[in-house]
């Protein structure tokens, strides 16, 4: 059974303000007017994409292939992210769950989710769960109360529990309640019917797309934190050395990045965005995201000159309006980004040097 230690993080919260889609309230990182240009911009961009997803797939069945990696790259309409209608058939397909695999998998194993449910998960997994899930975007209208009819804290249970008991080895992690929230905000249909794509999505995750991220040595977190700086040293020397200067390294920095993929360290459209890229080319916008991110607040990283400067910035820079500004983050992503084939190279060399060294002593703390 694999049971891991708790990694506590903080949780920015919001005031209380309207409630925008997917049931977080307005953020407070930006004034009342930058919201609404925000929103008003990024709804004329849905809206285009929108009728192009329209345009190039209502009439034909979708293939993996360029077209569809850009598109998917621009941002996958909302209403599209969980089932697109084509009209010929007028069959659901699920965009996430088909890239991903999940779709397949969830097809060839009928019922096995309800099997899942029925098993029991190792005492001490079930405790940290039922710890979890109250820390669990207690902000969000969705999160905050069990006993509420429209609640998807009950849903949320029984999909980790529900995996946890399924596949033992992995077992669960803080940063899967994160994930499987943000699934389960997407997805539109039945409860019942939500928890099972949410269970084989998350499945397509951890089992299928992602390195092992959740060993109880977090070895692969901290190596992609270690390759994501090596990324930085590279392409901006300058930066590095205000990081390396100041005691800290990117693990300490970045590792919550990895572990939640971005859920609760983003705003809720830029980790769409970002799941958008994930679930149809694997982590190599986990890297992407991470670089843009450093590198769009990079003057004002500059300007720290020792450690607790450095981590308040980590912090604040992660929600404010850059990164609120989703489709103009995403472009980001693409601007001057590493492919695959580098952090691919940094990270057997990384393995290598540190072949006779102890990855496992580089800290993971709370960002």
């Not at 039922?130 to 609640?151: G, I, M």
């Not at 999909?159 to 699934?183: D, E, R, S, W």
Request: proline share 5%.
């Amino acid at each position: 059974m694999n049971v891991h230690r708790e990694v506590h993080f903080a949780v920015l919260t919001a005031s209380d303000s309207e409630l925008p889609e997917y049931g977080f309230e307005a953020p407070v990182y930006v004034n009342p007017t930058d919201y609404i240009d925000f929103k008003n911009g990024y709804t004329d961009t849905l809206n285009h994409r929108r009728s192009r997803w329209a345009e190039q797939f209502s009439r034909k069945s979708i293939a993996r292939g360029r077209k569809l990696k850009r598109f998917c790259r621009k941002g996958i309409p909302p209403a599209s992210r969980p089932e697109v209608v084509f009209f010929q058939m007028l069959n659901l397909f699920q965009i996430w769950m088909m890239v991903s695999g999940a779709k397949s998998r969830m097809e060839a194993s009928p019922g096995l989710y309800l099997e899942a449910l029925s098993k029991e998960p190792d005492k001490k997994i079930m405790s940290v769960i039922l710890a979890d899930l109250p820390r669990t975007f207690p902000e969000n209208v969705f999160f905050k109360n069990f006993t509420d009819p429209e609640s998807k804290l009950p849903s949320l249970k029984r999909v980790l529990v529900a995996f946890a008991a399924q596949f033992p080895k992995v077992g669960y992690c803080q940063g899967f309640n994160y994930i499987t929230a943000m699934l389960l905000l997407v997805l539109r249909g039945s409860p019942e019917a939500n928890e099972e794509r949410a269970f084989w999505l998350l499945d397509a995750l951890i089992n299928h797309l992602l390195p092992p991220y959740y060993s109880d040595d977090m070895v692969s977190v901290r190596r992609d934190c270690m390759v994501l700086g090596d990324l930085i040293k590279l392409r901006d020397p300058a930066l590095n050395s205000i990081v390396v200067n100041s005691g800290v390294n990117y693990t300490t920095l970045c590792a919550k990045w990895f572990i939640c993929l971005y859920a609760d360290v983003l705003p809720i459209e830029t980790t769409m965005r970002i799941f958008d890229c994930l679930f149809y080319e694997g982590d190599k916008i986990l890297f992407r995201a991470g670089f843009a991110l450093i590198r769009l607040h990079r003057n004002h990283l500059l300007q720290c000159d020792e450690f607790p400067a450095l981590l308040t910035t980590f912090r604040s820079m992660c929600q404010d309006k850059q990164t609120l500004w989703c489709h103009e983050f995403l472009q980001a992503t693409e601007c001057a980004a590493p492919g695959r084939l580098m952090f691919q190279a940094l990270r057997k060399y990384i393995t290598k040097i540190y072949m006779y060294r102890d990855i496992s002593n580089i800290m993971v703390t709370e960002t």
